[in-house]
């Protein structure tokens, strides 16, 4: 009697392990899965699983796509304003596009001051003795050795188009002034000749030259670069 007391706890402890892992049997003799096992990530997606295997969307997915597209919205909305934020306005765009010129109202000896890019550009229409002046010049003697030809347009050598501030310290030099009849600055004494080459002063490099094309005889575009004057147009 006391062997049949000590036994049944084991037999009971049996019977129970049974009943979690096994579970009843179907028509087709195939195991069910135990509901201590519902809880588990692994039988859940079995379980969302047709019989010829393929998956079945769950209202679990559908929230997360949802969740995921309302997500990927909101953030394409925020980011747009910073995006749209970057992009220049009209007036920056502006300042930058190139700038023509009228040539036509320009006198020989003449000097205008146009604006490019918030830059001060000369455009200067060189005389014949101006043009005479600049190109007999020994290269050997200048600070900055560049001939007359480089500095100007092929079949337009009299319309010279340059920065208009003295590469010393930034100064606007006058026009028409100093030994050379090109330009003096008045700051610190930077002379520059006709074709706004330094020749004395602490100025260190020519007056540059900006890029520019001619659109037609009588105008300039500043801001484009052709290296040919425009070829005549046939009638």
């Known amino acids: ?11 009971a402890l049996h019977a129970f392990a049974r009943q979690c892992f096994s579970g009843p049997s179907s028509a087709a003799g195939n195991a069910q899965p135990s509901r201590l096992f519902l809880n588990d990530p692994a039988w ?12 079945q969307h769950t209202r679990r997915d559908f929230m997360m796509i949802a969740t995921g597209a309302v997500g990927a919205v909101g953030v394409g909305a925020l980011a747009w304003p910073f995006v749209a934020s970057l992009a220049p306005d009209a007036q920056t765009v502006a300042a930058g596009a190139p700038v023509e010129v009228d040539l036509a109202p320009i006198s020989p000896g003449q000097i205008v001051k146009v604006f490019w890019r918030g830059k001060l550009i000369f455009v200067r229409n060189r005389t014949e003795e101006e043009i005479k002046a600049a190109q007999d010049v020994n290269l050997a003697s200048l600070p900055d050795p560049q001939p007359d030809s480089a500095r100007v347009k092929e079949g337009h050598p009299n319309i010279l188009v340059v920065y208009g501030n003295c590469t010393h310290l930034g100064c606007v030099p006058l026009g028409n002034e100093g030994p050379f009849h090109g330009w003096f600055c008045p700051c610190h004494g930077s002379v520059f000749d006709t074709s706004g080459r330094v020749r004395g002063g602490p100025a260190p490099i020519n007056l540059p030259v900006p890029p520019y094309t001619f659109v037609s005889d ?11 004057a425009p070829k005549a147009a046939h009638a």
């Not at 009697?1 to 037999?11: D, H, I, L, Q, Y």
């Not at 009588?218 to 040919?228: L, Y």
């Open 1 to 11: 009697m006391p062997n049949s007391r000590r036994g049944r706890p084991r037999v």
């Open 44 to 55: 859940s997606r079995d379980l969302a699983t047709t019989a010829t295997g393929a998956p």
């Open 218 to 228: 009588t105008k300039i575009r500043i801001g484009e670069e052709s290296n040919a």
